[in-house]
């Protein structure tokens, strides 16, 4: 056998042990096992087979055998050369945690949006590393648990992040939950925590629907009325007398919310084919080619009407097909749109044709008023490519974390009255973070433009005098 054979079956081997360890080490999928959706370290859940690691596997299995020596030793060593892996250091993090410590839990769609919630468990892993690095012993350090809730993932629904959520509810020690993701999945589950009286913080949820019907519920991010109004301002303040064409996923309560904040800011004289299904992006069907065309004949409709601006609201599960709508619109009319369209795929995909574009988020790491968390978070994660949703997630763990602090035996009602305080405040990444008396998050929108940024693209924030 010559040397490139061997060569050849030596790689063919090696990968074949490195995949039977990737799935040995998975959770049991079944929606019925929901505790193995959850993980303090003894299992890994937010990695996939292009990002599997033996020294970071090792680690895991050396924790499920109660080996936290061995395992601080290999964590340490590979975040050192792989820095950018939050659940690595949320590992890392809860191994290193002394008494008194208490239990809150982050609950994310990983395994049906992987990206998503790695932004997410950046914010809370940094904020765990710096309430832990700040607190004395006396002072309760935080302990996480990350919960693949697989968010609205079509083949499931809601079900599964309600029965994670009912398990949540039964484990006692778990005092406050950092989630969920979109805006159905919190409100599938809202009532379930209301129940066992426990808190959650969304970061991403923004749909006005939430803020109704219960005081155990928060979030870190503006709702869809604050983006709608920011939005319809900026967009009035370009154009004279607008007329918007609205595309959206009827599919989302979070695009829904958005189109009727949108629509009732703008007026429903000024918004063209409110009613046109192809303005729907849950009801296009066919491929990439069948939406090419679609985006075409509906933007030709649309501007035979008058429309001059467009509006698009998808749901991250329809970003591609909005992506249609950009690249047939070739920058021809203005485009605002909802915070689910700030994704590395609009620059990679959008390109010159997304120049121009305003979304609404609820902060940029670019806007950081003097705050040292934009040069922190690069130390730590060895990027700078740290995004709104992280930051969020940053200041609900933070909430959380203050909200358990100063009880003497913490509860789960005494986070709820602490965050629902009218002093409550805690220094978050960028600004201070506090909440109104519906829960909402007492902040501001961001506008942020896509740009030309060296050989690529990025979204860079409007100053508010502009907005």
Same mark, same amino acid.
């Given at each position: 056998?010559?040397?490139? @054979? ?12 490195? *995949?039977?360890?990737? *799935? ?15 993980? !303090?370290?003894? +299992?890994? !859940?937010?990695? $996939? ?7 970071? &596997? ?18 340490? $060593?590979? !975040?050192?050369?792989? /820095?950018?892996?939050? &659940? ?32 997410? @468990? ?22 996480? =648990? ?6 609205? $993932? /079509? ?6 992040? +309600? ?49 109704? #019907? ?32 609205? %595309? ?20 429903? !004289?000024?918004?063209?084919?409110? &009613? ?6 849950? +009801? ?5 080619? $069948? ?34 709508? *950009?690249?047939?619109?070739?920058? &021809? ?20 044709? =997304? ?53 003497? +035996? ?14 409550? %405040? ?16 007492? #902040?501001?929108?961001?506008? *942020? ?6 050989? #690529?693209?990025? %979204?860079? /924030? ?6």
């Amino acid at each position: 056998m010559n040397k490139i @054979l061997q060569t050849k079956l030596l790689n063919l081997i090696l990968l074949s042990v490195a *995949v039977f360890i990737f *799935v040995s080490c998975q959770p049991n999928s079944s929606a019925n096992d929901i505790t193995n959706r959850i993980t !303090l370290g003894e +299992k890994s !859940l937010a990695f $996939d087979e292009k990002s599997f690691n033996p020294r970071r &596997e090792k680690a895991v299995r050396a924790i499920a055998d109660g080996q936290s020596d061995t395992a601080i030793r290999i964590l340490t $060593d590979y !975040l050192e050369s792989k /820095p950018n892996d939050p &659940e690595a250091r949320i590992f890392l993090n809860n191994l290193t945690v002394k008494k008194p410590y208490y239990t809150i839990a982050v609950s994310m769609p990983i395994s049906s949006n992987l990206n998503g919630s790695l932004e997410v @468990l950046r914010g809370v892993a940094h904020a765990q590393f710096d309430w832990n690095d700040s607190r004395s012993v006396s002072g309760g350090m935080l302990k996480i =648990a990350i919960v693949n809730d697989d968010d609205d $993932d /079509p083949n499931n629904g809601t079900q599964i992040a +309600k029965e994670v959520a009912t398990e949540l509810a039964k484990r006692k020690k778990i005092l406050g939950v950092v989630g969920h993701y979109s805006s159905d999945t919190s409100l599938a589950t809202i009532d379930i925590y209301k129940e066992n009286k426990l808190v959650s913080i969304s970061p991403i949820s923004t749909s006005v629907d939430l803020i109704e #019907g219960t005081p155990y519920f928060f979030r870190t991010v503006p709702s869809d009325r604050i983006a709608a109004k920011a939005l319809a301002k900026y967009a009035q303040g370009q154009l004279n007398s607008l007329k918007a064409v609205v %595309f959206y996923s009827s599919d989302s309560n979070y695009s829904r919310s958005l189109r009727k904040e949108f629509i009732y800011e703008l007026g429903n !004289l000024n918004i063209i084919l409110p &009613e046109d299904p192809d303005c729907d992006l849950a +009801k296009w069907s066919g491929n990439i080619e $069948d939406w090419g065309e679609k985006a075409t004949n509906v933007l030709q409709k649309a501007k035979r009407r008058g429309a001059n601006l467009l509006m698009l609201i998808p749901s991250s599960g329809h970003l591609d097909k909005a992506l249609e709508i *950009v690249r047939a619109n070739e920058r &021809e009319l203005p485009i605002v749109a909802g915070d689910d369209v700030y994704s590395p795929k609009t620059l990679s995909e959008g390109q010159d044709n =997304a120049l121009g574009m305003v979304v609404a988020v609820a902060s940029d790491i670019d806007v950081n008023e003097g705050s040292a968390f934009p040069q922190r978070s690069t130390k730590l994660w060895g990027t700078s490519s740290v995004n709104w949703r992280t930051i969020t997630a940053y200041d609900a763990t933070l909430a959380l974390g203050e909200a358990i602090k100063g009880q003497t +035996k913490p509860t789960r009602e005494g986070v709820r009255q602490k965050l629902s305080s009218p002093g409550f %405040f805690v220094g978050g990444a960028i600004r201070e973070v506090k909440f109104l008396e519906t829960g909402d998050s007492d #902040g501001d929108i961001q506008l *942020v433009k896509v740009q030309k940024k060296g050989s #690529g693209y990025d %979204f860079a /924030p409007i100053p508010h005098q502009e907005n």
